[in-house]
């Protein structure tokens, strides 16, 4: 059965680094593309990022670029999500997707 659990979500201040973890299991890892998605309280979800599946490309949406850096580890079969300079608008809860498998999430809140 395939599987994506993420961690590394917690409070933090505004300013402040946070990396999000996902594992992944019972699927083939390194063969897919591989995405973070978010969703803040009370909106819809949010693309976030996204790298390929030999980690050579990745992409990132205008409201985190430049803070957020995704990577990969295939032979750990994890990925990462680095965010710096966090601000309160990137409090949401985060899932990591490898289409059609998601993970069950995340909590990111960034308050002082």
């Known amino acids: 059965e395939a599987q994506l659990a993420e961690s590394g979500g917690e409070l933090v201040q505004p300013g402040g680094s946070l990396r999000l973890s996902c594992a992944a299991s019972?699927?083939?890892?390194?063969?897919?593309?591989m995405s973070w998605v978010r969703q803040a309280p009370g909106k819809g979800p949010e693309w976030v990022s996204v790298?390929?599946?030999?980690?050579?490309?990745?992409a990132y949406s205008d409201s985190v670029k430049g803070r957020f850096t995704v990577s990969r580890d295939n032979a750990k079969n994890t990925l990462y999500l680095q965010m710096n300079s966090l601000k309160p608008e990137d409090t949401a809860v985060y899932y990591c997707?490898?289409?059609?498998?998601w993970g069950q999430g995340t909590q990111v809140t960034v308050s002082s």
């Open positions: 997707n490898a289409n059609p498998y």
């Open positions: 019972g699927f083939t890892f390194g063969s897919y593309d």
């Open positions: 790298i390929n599946t030999g980690g050579s490309k990745v």
